[in-house]
């Protein structure tokens, strides 16, 4: 077990030691292995032996530089709401806009659903996430939590996946590069200080280590008597929490729920992906009218053009803007398709013994799936700038198509059907302390 102090230096958890504290046992929520954490310095992380999937990562003086990040956070939140966020001029007819006025516009524009995704995961959401940090943090710091604190960890981790600040800059980039060819482009400051934004809130949850919040909240959270390190918590009756971590046994009640956290349990009861399937094939059921319709409408000097998402790559190739081409062709195209055939392919292969990749490229595949899932929303996010920016009737105007609706539903859909997916199955019949083959072990 390596125990030195490089930054960021992987430590393995092992269950040679005779005596495991019943506080230092997790269950990976990934491969269900039971595992005993090692003791840990600022700057080391833990992996599951098995899999590879960290399950703690430390940092020095948690409490203060949470808070330090999230109070930076929404400062530069609160300015780049504030103050103008970009703006353009052409032939002495122009517009400025905020921020918040990307998903105003679309209201105006009978697109409430499409701009409610946009409130929520570039503003709300974010702002949520960044008022519980400091709530929690201020609790610690003051040596007892505050109120509400247990139910207030609990949404961290149900609002972090689908805060998009980071997509939100990608779009904005793109729609600049579309418009800067035919007028001139003026950046607020709102628009510095929201990649300012992006970049601190990212910090900011890299920052939160679930582990040690939920341990300083409840000190006497345990796993069960006898829990063993190195098998399956399914083979014990155990189920680990994805919420908090801790081992819990299995109550014989329909809807078990965690001792700590009272969050809901998913104990294993062997492969069912039935959710999955059917959110994909409710993606692939919107994804052809998000294509088929234009996803925005262009008005120019009376004239209306509509843009399909595919029409809208092939004219910035044919404007030779082959690198904004590329971006929009993979977020739009490429990610969608990628990511619903690979749940379906996993859907399929977890229940083959032998098929395809071994279980460690499965679960990379799953990984990978489950990342870039969200930044299929940069062409939401391009429709909702361009709509709010150019708004001048007749003579310019680029308007919403039925498409930008279909198109948010496929990557919500998606998003949804990777989180349903149970990543256990992808180790049935795959021996606890190895892998199933030498093969997979080299790479653990």
């Known amino acids: 077990m390596s125990t030195h102090r490089p930054q960021q230096q992987p430590v393995s958890c092992s269950d040679r030691r005779p005596l495991i504290s019943r506080r230092r046992l997790r269950v990976c929520h990934e491969c269900d292995l039971v595992v005993a954490l ?8 833990a992996d599951c032996p098995r899999c590879g999937h960290t399950l703690v990562r430390r940092h020095a003086n948690p409490a203060e530089r949470s808070l330090a990040l999230a109070l930076a956070t929404l400062i530069t939140l609160a300015l780049s709401v504030a103050f ?5 001029e052409f032939s002495g007819i122009g517009n400025r806009i905020e921020l918040t006025e990307s998903a105003s516009t679309l209201i105006g524009l009978h697109q409430p659903l499409v701009a409610l995704c946009v409130l929520l995961t570039v503003i709300i959401l974010p702002l949520v996430y960044l008022l519980s940090v400091c ?9 007892h939590p505050l109120p509400r604190s247990p139910q207030i960890a609990r949404t961290l981790r149900h609002v972090s996946p689908w805060m998009m600040a980071d997509v939100f800059v990608i779009g904005t980039l793109v729609s600049l590069i579309k418009v800067v060819g035919m007028a001139e482009i003026e950046l607020g400051l709102s628009f510095w200080t929201f990649c300012g934004f992006a970049v601190l809130l990212l910090k900011t949850t890299q920052s939160v280590d679930k582990d040690w919040l939920w341990f300083s909240l409840d000190r006497t959270g345990m796993a069960p008597p006898g829990t063993r390190a190195g098998l399956t918590a399914s083979e014990q009756n155990l189920c680990g929490c994805d919420t908090c971590g801790l081992v819990n046994d299995i109550p014989q009640t329909r809807k078990p729920r965690c001792r700590r956290c009272d969050e809901p349990l998913h104990p294993w009861h062997g492969i069912n992906n039935q959710a999955t399937l059917a959110l994909l094939a409710a993606a692939i059921v919107m994804y052809l009218p998000a294509n088929l319709y234009p996803i925005m409408v262009t008005t120019s000097l009376g004239s209306s053009s509509p843009s399909t998402i595919i029409g809208g790559v092939l004219l910035f190739i044919q404007h030779g803007d082959w690198p904004i081409a590329f971006i929009i062709f993979t977020a739009s195209v490429l990610v969608p398709v990628s990511k619903i055939l690979a749940l379906l392919w996993l859907c399929y292969v977890v229940k083959q013994e032998k098929a395809g990749l071994n279980r460690m490229n499965r679960i990379r595949l799953y990984r990978i799936t489950e990342f870039v899932g969200r930044w299929s929303m940069v062409d939401v996010f391009v429709v909702a700038i361009l709509v709010a920016l150019i708004r001048n009737g007749n003579l310019m105007s680029i308007e919403p198509g039925p498409a930008a609706l279909a ?3 496929v990557v919500i859909l998606t998003m949804l059907a990777a989180m349903l997916f149970d990543q256990r199955s992808i180790w049935v019949g795959a021996n606890p302390k190895n892998n199933d083959n030498s093969k997979e072990s080299n790479h653990a």
Not at 84 to 88: A, D
Not at 135 to 143: S, T, V
Request: aromatic share 16%.
């Open 38 to 45: 090692p003791s840990l310095s600022p700057g080391q992380k």
């Open 84 to 88: 103008p966020f970009i703006g353009f």
């Open 135 to 143: 709530w929690l943090c201020i609790g610690m710091l003051l040596g």
């Open 407 to 409: 198109f948010a539903a």
